[in-house]
């Protein structure tokens, strides 16, 4: 891998840990599907107190659907396949547009100290994240 996509994607690794995000990639709609069918059918059988007790099986049936399934969003990138690092890495450079640098000590030093620069990679990061991976992207308390 070149050295500038690599230095692109630790970048993004960076900025995603230190904002503590995590990925649901692919899976949380059917832990959602679960909990909403299963207070869907509670509530037919059992009115309100059926929506309840539904919603709540439902609900402890998607965690365990969907246990292990959510990552740490520099996993994810780490994880992507070499084109897909490359398409994100063309979308992070549009952004850096003549900025240039060294090592990736240096552009995360760059990046880390201008605000608008890091909400506008994190933006995109985020963006390329939730469009191609169809994930859900979530921030950790």
Same mark, same amino acid.
């Given at each position: ?8 994607m ?23 599907a ?6 869907f ?15 709540? =099986? ?17 996993? =994810?990138i780490?994880?992507?396949?070499p ?8 979308? @992070?450079?549009? @952004? ?10 240096q ?11 890091q ?23």
């Amino acid at each position: 891998m070149p050295p500038r996509i690599d230095d692109v994607m630790k970048l993004c690794c960076e900025l995603s840990a230190n904002q503590q995000v995590k990925t649901a990639v692919k899976q949380s709609g059917k832990g959602a599907a679960a909990a909403g069918g299963l207070a869907f059918a509670g509530g037919l059988i059992g009115g309100p107190l059926g929506i309840a007790v539904g919603g709540a =099986v439902g609900g402890l049936i998607g965690c365990w659907m969907t246990s292990g399934q959510f990552k740490a969003l520099p996993q =994810v990138i780490m994880e992507l396949t070499p084109d897909q690092q490359r398409r994100l890495c063309e979308d @992070i450079v549009t @952004i850096l547009g003549s900025i240039t640098w060294t090592d990736v000590a240096q552009l995360t030093a760059l990046v880390m100290g201008n605000a608008t620069l890091q909400q506008q990679v994190t933006a995109a990061l985020l963006s390329y994240i939730q469009k191609e991976l169809q994930a859900e992207v979530h921030y950790v308390d």
